[in-house]
Nanobody, 126 residues
Framework: QVQLVESGGGSVQAGGSLRLSCAAS????????MGWFRQAPGKEREGVAS?????????YYADSVKGRFTISQDNAKNTVYLQMNSLKLEDTAMYYC??????????????????WGQGTQVTVSS
């Protein structure tokens, strides 16, 4: 059974930083796409960042976070991280960790089609 447990969310002032963690268990894909998508109240889900694990470690980012967010992995811990810097008010959302089989590609926008966790709230204030 796939289980994804997110942590690291919280409240921060604009311009600040947070690091999200996602610990995965029960994922048996030989190659997989893991990453984060977010959803703010009244807005559509947005794929934020993804990383192709077992396929070269290629990373993908939404244009809205390029240059500010960095996704990384620790294979030994089965954990994926999202370092978020220069946070903006519009980054406020619930952030979900997700995983899909790697054979379908690794577009962050497709992450909600896979397994995902309970989410962690990120709130950016002025």
């Amino acid at each position: 059974q796939v289980q994804l447990v997110e942590s690291g969310g919280g409240s921060v002032q604009a311009g600040g930083s947070l690091r999200l963690s996602c610990a995965a268990s029960g994922v048996t894909y030989s190659s997989k796409c893991m990453g984060w998508f977010r959803q703010a109240p009244g807005k559509e889900r947005e794929g934020v960042a993804s990383i192709y694990i077992g396929g070269g470690g290629t990373t993908y980012y939404a244009d809205s976070v390029k240059g500010r967010f960095t996704i990384s992995q620790d294979n030994a811990k089965n954990t994926v991280y999202l370092q978020m810097n220069s946070l903006k008010l519009e980054d406020t959302a619930m952030y979900y960790c997700a995983v899909r089989g790697g054979w379908v590609g690794c577009n962050p926008r497709a992450l909600p089609q896979g397994y995902w966790g309970q989410g962690t709230q990120v709130t950016v204030s002025s």
